[in-house]
Nanobody, 113 residues
Framework: QVQLVESGGGLAQPGGTLRLSCAASGFTFSNYAMSWARQGPGKGLEWVSG????????YYADSVKGRFTISRDNAKNTVYLQMNSLKPEDTALYYC??????WGQGTQVTVSS
């Protein structure tokens, strides 16, 4: 079955960086677009970024554009989210998502001084 396992979350200071990873299994990873979403405290689910199956196209929410970079390594069945210039409002549980199918369990990102 499809499994998505996120890692890399943690505590960062404002202006800091974190890199999230999502290890995928149970499907042919290179055939599917992938995305990241997040849910902040007391907020609804927010789509953050998406990447085409071969990495040729990437998409970002306006709230993270210019600060976050999504990428993937199809040889490793892994999608990444590089987060730079972090802000307190980026604090959220970040989920890896196979669109139309499955979600990971989430990894917590907290941005605080």
């Amino acid at each position: 079955q499809v499994q998505l396992v996120e890692s890399g979350g943690g505590l960062a200071q404002p202006g800091g960086t974190l890199r999230l990873s999502c290890a995928a299994s149970g499907f042919t990873f290179s055939n599917y677009a992938m995305s990241w979403a997040r849910q902040g405290p007391g907020k609804g689910l927010e789509w953050v970024s998406g990447i085409y199956r071969d990495g040729s196209d990437t998409y970002y929410a306006d709230s993270v554009k210019g600060r976050f970079t999504i990428s993937r390594d199809n040889a490793k069945n892994t999608v990444y989210l590089q987060m730079n210039s972090l802000k307190p409002e980026d604090t959220a549980l970040y989920y890896c998502h196979l669109p139309g199918n499955s979600w990971g369990q989430g990894t917590q990102v907290t941005v605080s001084s």
